[in-house]
């Protein structure tokens, strides 16, 4: 009837890193510690034209048009790729 010395081992390495792992608790940092308190920070913002905002909510759409495109086309690509490997292996 072998394997003591396997169950002794695998017992005491559990308990090693288990005291492992107290220890560290107990020396963590928090980013609280290491940074101080944090403080609110206030931005601040250019005032942009009327002709500027336009001229970014263009862009946006135009950019929102182009990431559906690639999402749809990647969907169909998908799809057809797996109903030719179903129609592969339905044979």
């Known amino acids: ?3 003591g010395g ?3 081992h695998a017992k005491n390495v559990t ?3 288990r ?4 220890s560290q608790r ?3 940092k928090t980013n ?3 940074y101080g308190k944090s403080s609110v920070t206030e931005l601040q913002f250019k005032k942009s034209t009327k002709d ?3 001229k970014v909510r263009a862009q946006m759409r135009l950019y ?3 990431l559906k495109r690639k999402g749809w086309i990647a969907f169909g690509i998908t799809i057809f790729l797996l109903l030719v490997l179903w129609w592969l292996f339905s044979q």
Do not use: H, P, S, T
């Open 26 to 28: 107990r020396n963590r």
């Open 19 to 22: 005291a492992l792992l107290r």
């Open 52 to 54: 500027d905002i336009i």
């Open 6 to 8: 396997f169950a002794q």
């Open 1 to 3: 009837m072998g394997g």
């Open 64 to 66: 929102n048009k182009k």
């Open 15 to 17: 308990e090693n890193n």
């Open 32 to 34: 609280r510690d290491v």
